[in-house]
């Protein structure tokens, strides 16, 4: 994928005038084309159109916020997304990565970066995992969903059942952080209540496994006061 060939368009959902002006302006420097909305209403169909490569989306907009717009998107496609906010607390920054954004800049922000940021995650799916119905293969790491396999540089590993939905999920959509509270809803379909710290103990075991003899880099990453990732 060429991340500045000029037929890959950004969506620019950001309802005030004079930053979706900078974010046109960087981003066609860059070779992008851009199409800009300045309030949520039709946000969600402008993308079923399937004529956007990626989304950039602030969280406060007039008729349909961002959360509500990447919750939707979610249910029909995976197209990269980075959200734009001006409200940096915490719980906001996990609930945006949550609901399926690939990554958040907060406001107020250099263009440049975004951009840059564009680049990276254009990037990062460009090295998505090659999947099919039953296997995901990323790296020296290869699962097979069906037979609930895994197998590290070839060499098969016993994982427990939570290890292996865990891996699961973060395989799916490397690059992007899970906090604790979702990876515990994915792990604990049976709605009991863990502790984060249970999640970090089955975190630490399933970074050990996929290390055999500490001759493999480390892909599973922890990210201080949020969760974990793939990279």
């Given amino acids: ?14 309802d005030e ?13 860059e070779g992008f084309d851009t199409q800009v909305l300045h ?3 039709n946000a969600v169909e402008t993308i079923k159109q399937g004529n956007i490569d990626f989304v950039i989306l602030d969280l406060m907009l007039p008729y349909k916020n961002g959360l509500t717009i990447c919750k939707e998107v ?18 906001d920054r996990l609930i945006g990565l949550e609901v399926g954004a690939d990554d958040y800049v907060c406001k107020p922000f250099s263009a440049r970066e975004v951009v840059a940021r564009v680049k990276t ?3 990062r799916v460009d090295a998505a995992p090659q999947t099919n119905e039953d296997e995901i293969a990323y790296k020296h ?23 292996f939905r865990l891996l699961h999920t973060m395989l799916k959509r490397p690059g992007v952080v899970h906090s604790r509270d979702s990876l515990m809803q994915v792990c604990y379909i049976d709605d009991r ?21 500490n001759t493999q ?13 793939f990279e």
Avoid: W
């Avoid at 368009?9 to 950001?14: D, M, N, Q, R, S």
């Avoid at 979610?74 to 719980?91: D, H, K, N, Y």
């Avoid at 892909?219 to 201080?224: F, K």
């Fill in 121 to 123: 995650i254009l990037r």
């Fill in 141 to 163: 790491l290869l699962i097979n969903i069906q037979r609930f396999k895994c197998s590290v540089s070839s060499i098969e590993v016993d994982l427990t059942p939570v290890e």
């Fill in 193 to 213: 209540v863990v502790s984060s710290r249970t999640i970090d103990s089955h975190i630490k075991n399933l970074r050990s496994k996929l290390t055999l003899n």
């Fill in 17 to 29: 005038p004079k930053i979706a002006q900078i974010l046109v302006d960087f981003l066609t420097l």
């Fill in 1 to 14: 994928m060429n991340v500045s060939h000029p037929k890959m368009k950004v969506l620019i959902v950001e």
């Fill in 217 to 229: 880099v480390n892909l599973l990453q922890s990210i201080y006061g949020v969760g974990y990732k």
């Fill in 39 to 41: 309030d949520g209403l």
């Fill in 74 to 91: 979610r249910q029909f496609s995976s197209i990269p997304l980075l959200m734009l906010t001006a409200r940096v607390e915490e719980i």
